[in-house]
T-cell receptor, first 112, second 117 residues
Framework: NAGVTQTPKFRVLKTGQSMTLLCAQD?????MYWYRQDPGMGLRLIHY???????AKGEVPDGYNVSRLKKQNFLLGLESAAPSQTSVYFC???????????FGPGTRLTVL | AQSVTQLDSHVSVSEGTPVLLRCNYS??????LFWYVQHPNKGLQLLLK??????LVKGINGFEAEFKKSETSFHLTKPSAHMSDAAEYFC???????????????FGQGTILTVHP
């Protein structure tokens, strides 16, 4: 039981490049989330999903897209990376809407 | 709307002394409250959660928190700090996201705990 895993762990992009971050969970959770963490700002929700085939915007969705084609996977895409997207990205999942969220180890992204 | 304020961005204690990390919240609904811990370069781990049962909540590694509705506070305490407690701690409130039935987590800004030998 691996919990929540994220791929890759580190990535450096140039401005304008694109990439996809993969999150996978093996707990059969319905709810999945993408956050970004910046110093002194806690975690901010980018997008979330309440089930396979569904996605919704969080607090800071601009510049990101997501897909949830399979229940266990939640992908975060950056179509044209900008330096303001330099951050640590965390994926999380939960069994219920108000319950504990389980977090992945994070992806550290630098955009030059 | 809901919000969380962690009153201290940094707390420094000596090993073996008590720890107090302060958190105030606001919520339009009866909230669920959590404390998460993040060790350097790691993901977030749940320490404890309050979900309207007992107001004094015990968590892992000797931490506990008390829910005080009248003060809208959910402070985290530990009687005796250990070097391994050095980390960043986040107070989190769960409530309804506006216009949806989705439970939204709102994170505080974090408190960095330093433990001196």
């Amino acid at each position: 039981n691996a919990g929540v895993t994220q791929t890759p762990k580190f990535r450096v992009l140039k401005t304008g490049q694109s990439m996809t971050l993969l999150c996978a969970q093996d707990m059969n959770h319905e709810y999945m989330y993408w956050y970004r963490q910046d110093p002194g700002m806690g975690l901010r929700l980018i997008h979330y999903s309440v089930g396979e085939g569904t996605t919704a915007k969080g607090e800071v969705p601009d510049g990101y897209n997501v897909s949830r084609l399979k229940k266990q996977n939640f992908l975060l895409g950056l179509e044209s990376a900008a330096p303001s997207q330099t951050s640590v990205y965390f994926c999380a999942s939960s069994k219920t809407s108000f319950g504990e969220q389980f977090f992945g180890p994070g992806t550290r992204l630098t955009v030059l | 709307a809901q919000s969380v304020t962690q009153l201290d961005s940094h707390v420094s204690v000596s090993e073996g002394t008590p720890v107090l990390l302060r958190c105030n919240y606001s919520s339009s609904y009866s909230p669920s409250l959590f404390w998460y811990v993040q060790h350097p370069n790691k993901g977030l781990q749940l320490l404890l959660k309050y979900t309207s049962a007992a107001t004094l909540v015990k968590g892992i590694n000797g931490f506990e928190a008390e829910f005080k509705k009248s003060e809208t506070s959910f402070h985290l305490t530990k009687p005796s700090a250990h070097m391994s407690d050095a980390a960043e701690y986040f107070c989190v409130v769960s409530g309804l996201a506006g216009g949806t039935s989705y439970g939204k987590l709102t994170f505080g800004q974090g408190t960095i705990l330093t433990v001196h030998p």
